[in-house]
């Protein structure tokens, strides 16, 4: 299994850094250095390359960083998700993220390994394991909201860069490939051919993606493994014919002689030659597609030497050719003997594409993970494989990765230009790496803070000098990441603040239960038949919209469900674990909440099934006692919260059956069956006929609900079961959607940079961007909107 996940990786994780020999040594010797009879600049750089491949994505991302998965998942939100676990420095919109006391919400039984993910040591127990070290960091970032701020600004930092390379990669990675042209058609025509090939391609690319990424492992590994063999091989040939003693160059000692030569031209030529490592981040992206062996077995027996040996070969065919000419002179094409150079162009092209793929894949899962934590606008998240949770197709980001690719294509159209922005981009992303690692090393790992502090002295210094030369060249390229980082930064940063305003206009304006019943004889509240399934983003307490709802309109249904989306910061979700079910009020007031929750990568379910288990696990609730006294103490999976008892429902202990029969006395005589009582299982199903203030017609199509029992479930007391057949009732009768409809206004008095975030910017984005994250389709003849302005 390890073997057949490391072959899928070379066509899922290696597709970019696979295809760096394309432009490394083209936008390294660019305009800043030109290499002499003696060969040392064309020496230097390739002693930089190695170095920089051994660590960097050697010893840095497969020997270190690739052990900090967040269960498995990797990227720069998993190492900010991990770090607010271990330390309560979240700054996630509430109610969304993890809080203190949702280690209380998780059974012993079925959660166990989602607990371990979100469970908050105390300070002293922390200390106890991890030293005064991990406790005293844990601490200042407790106490500072400063530091807190910093740390979600860095995560926001590295997934807006890695949106940016999502753009650039795909571009130069693509326009770098079809740049062989160049040396197989004649002088000047090679122009009007490269751009509109590339563009073609892109467009091509970005055009199939809606097909997902399911096959890419199988499908696009063997032109990955062909390239690396091809460019492997090639850098053989030119070793033993150019050069054999390019292997001198390993020596670090090069690389001074180097920086001592070209000085300022040659920390200048940095930024190009840091395109090598280009694509690692991806290595630590997808893990969650794989595993750490696999991913460390394809890089080092695969494409680590592979990469060596490229670089080599056209480090020792250019030392020998210092006469060439032209833009192509240190192209990659130019070392490819003449009599394969167009197989190798094809093979070339094909490479890039995939390369392209992963990055855009990858781009994909970052804006989920935003939009699952309240950081991104909502958009439409189409899963495009069964098997496979992290595999996704976003829309309206892939349209817009594809014009903003397109412009920076047409717009540059040479690698000088896209390999300054890509570079920033990517060395911007391993500096947030470093920066989040460090903190991973002492909170999470509880290791001495004196190797977090040579951890990231040491990255940190190689990365900062790489970053230096990339951004000294902000006019001539390196300009576009940073304003696309900025625009993608403005649009987290507004709705991550709309949304937090928001939420703590609710959690201010939220009325008690005690409330709602003491208003109850005033307003004369009447009951109706069937479900009303309220969506709020409170755990506890009951919303603004409702109490504004049942003010004006004074009714509701006989059983009232507050249903809470709440997106915990782990991968995944156990389906025992999903469902969080509480009562509110007495018992005979029927109403009750349930918190669903689920992970940044988990799918959700479709309508009918989640509506099934919505009231299966309510049902579920009822049988096991929940809502009993709280003299009989708390019992495991249950935590109280503002005096409602929220109880962990396992699914599939009680099932429901519905089908279609006539009303009346007829229906109800004919659904208990035979074989179910001769296995012994147990039915409770509503009463007939029902006695609700509105009966149902005498004649005519009538769903009935049946919950069945296991044969060893004991028979529930009288009470247990009225409560479990009016719900049978209630579900037959329908459900009913009321969805609050905010508007978010900033109030009076405010200063013009909130109501400019809020009225303009917060509003565009909220009338652009999808609907709430409803776990269901919302009919249309089901449901009642309320809408409410809120001043914040």
């Not at 040591?121 to 844990?138: E, K, P």
């Not at 990568?601 to 006692?625: N, P, T, W, Y």
């Amino acid at each position: 299994m390890t073997l057949s996940l490391a072959y899928q990786s070379l066509g899922v994780v290696y597709g970019d850094l696979s295809t760096s020999p394309l432009y490394v040594y083209k936008a390294a010797f660019a305009d800043d250095i030109q290499h002499s009879e003696t060969n040392e600049e064309i020496l230097g750089v390739l002693s930089f390359v190695f170095w920089t491949l051994t660590l960097v994505p050697l010893l840095k991302y497969v020997c270190v960083v690739l052990r900090a998965d967040d269960n498995g998942e990797g990227g720069t939100f998993a190492l900010y998700s991990l770090l607010c676990r271990h330390a309560r420095a979240a700054l996630l919109p509430p109610g969304r993220g993890a809080e203190p006391g949702d280690e209380d919400q998780f059974s012993d039984a079925a959660g166990a390994t989602a607990k371990k993910y979100l469970e908050y040591d105390n300070a002293d127990a922390l200390g106890g394991r991890g030293g005064g070290a991990a406790a005293s960091v844990r601490r200042v970032l407790e106490r500072h909201k400063v530091l807190q701020r910093v740390l979600l600004v860095l995560a926001l930092v590295g997934t807006c860069m890695v949106i940016g390379d999502g753009v650039l990669t795909p571009a130069i990675s693509v326009f770098s490939a079809v740049s062989g042209l160049e040396l197989s058609m004649e002088k000047g025509h090679h122009k009007y051919v490269e751009l509109p090939l590339a563009c073609f391609i892109l467009v091509c690319l970005f055009a199939l993606q809606h097909y997902g990424t399911h096959r890419v492992g199988f499908i696009f590994a063997p032109i990955v493994i062909a390239w690396l063999l091809c460019i492997s091989m090639i850098g053989v040939y030119n070793i033993v014919k150019w050069e054999p003693h390019v292997y001198q160059a390993l020596s670090p000692y090069y690389m001074y002689k180097f920086l001592k030569k070209t000085q300022r031209g040659g920390w200048m030529s940095l930024g190009g030659i840091l395109l090598c490592v280009t694509g690692s981040e991806a290595m630590f992206a997808d893990l969650g597609h794989f595993n750490q062996l696999s991913i460390q077995i394809a890089f080092t027996c695969m494409v680590y030497p592979s990469l060596i040996l490229a670089y080599m070969g056209q480090a020792a065919y250019l030392s020998k050719h210092h006469i060439l000419e032209g833009d192509y002179r240190v192209g990659f094409y130019v070392s490819v003997p003449e009599v394969i150079r167009w197989p190798v162009l094809a093979i070339a092209i094909l490479a890039a594409v995939v390369g392209s793929q992963a990055v855009i894949t990858g781009t994909f899962s970052m804006i989920k993970q935003c939009t699952s934590l309240g950081c991104f606008p909502r958009v439409k998240i189409v899963h495009t494989s069964a098997q496979v949770h992290g595999q996704i197709y976003i829309p309206e980001i892939n349209w817009i990765l594809m014009i903003l690719c397109l412009a920076v294509t047409i717009g540059f159209r040479d690698t000088k230009h896209l390999g300054n922005a890509s570079g920033l981009a990517v060395i911007t992303v391993m500096l947030v790496t470093t920066c989040l690692m460090s903190l991973v090393i002492v909170l999470c790992w509880h290791k001495s803070i004196f190797l977090a502090i040579g951890f990231i002295v040491f990255f940190g210094t190689i990365e900062a000098l790489y970053f230096s030369a990339a951004l000294i060249k902000f006019r001539e390229g390196a300009w576009v990441p940073i304003v696309l980082a900025f625009v993608f930064m403005m649009v987290m940063c507004i709705w991550h603040y709309g949304t937090i305003k928001k939420y703590e206009f609710d959690l201010q304006n939220k009325v008690s239960i005690n409330w709602l019943l003491g208003l109850s004889p005033n307003l004369g509240i009447v009951r109706v038949r069937g479900i009303g399934l309220i969506h709020t983003e409170l755990d506890s307490g009951i919303p603004a919209i409702f109490s504004h709802f049942v003010t004006n309109l004074p009714a509701f249904h006989q059983v009232l469900i507050f249903m809470c989306i709440k997106n915990v910061p782990i991968p995944h979700v156990s389906p025992n674990e999903r469902f969080l079910v509480g009562r509110i009020g007495p018992k005979e007031y029927r109403i009750y909440r349930c918190i669903v929750r689920y992970g940044y990568h988990d799918v959700q379910m479709d309508d009918q099934e989640f509506e099934k288990d919505l009231v299966c696990s309510v049902a579920e609730f009822i049988r096991s006692g929940g809502g009993a006294s709280k003299a009989n103490g708390l019992t495991p999976g249950v935590v109280d919260r503002d005096e409602e008892r929220m109880t962990v429902v396992a699914s599939g202990r009680m099932r429901m059956l519905e089908d279609e029969g006539l009303g009346g006395a007829a229906a109800s005589e004919s659904t208990v069956g035979p074989s179910r009582a001769a296995r012994g299982e147990r039915e409770i199903q509503s009463p007939s006929p029902s006695p609700t203030p509105t009966p149902a017609p005498a004649t005519g199509v009538r769903k009935r609900v049946r919950f069945v029992l296991p044969a060893s479930t004991p028979r529930p007391n009288a009470g247990v079961e009225e409560e479990l057949r009016e719900l049978t009732d209630a579900r037959e009768a329908g459900m009913a959607f009321i969805l609050g409809h905010c508007y978010v206004k900033a109030k009076t008095g405010s200063s013009f940079l909130r109501r400019l975030v809020i009225n303009f910017g917060y509003d565009f984005l909220r009338r652009n961007s999808r609907g709430p994250n409803y776990a269901v389709t919302v009919p249309h003849a089901s449901t009642l909107e309320v809408g409410m302005i809120y001043y914040v």
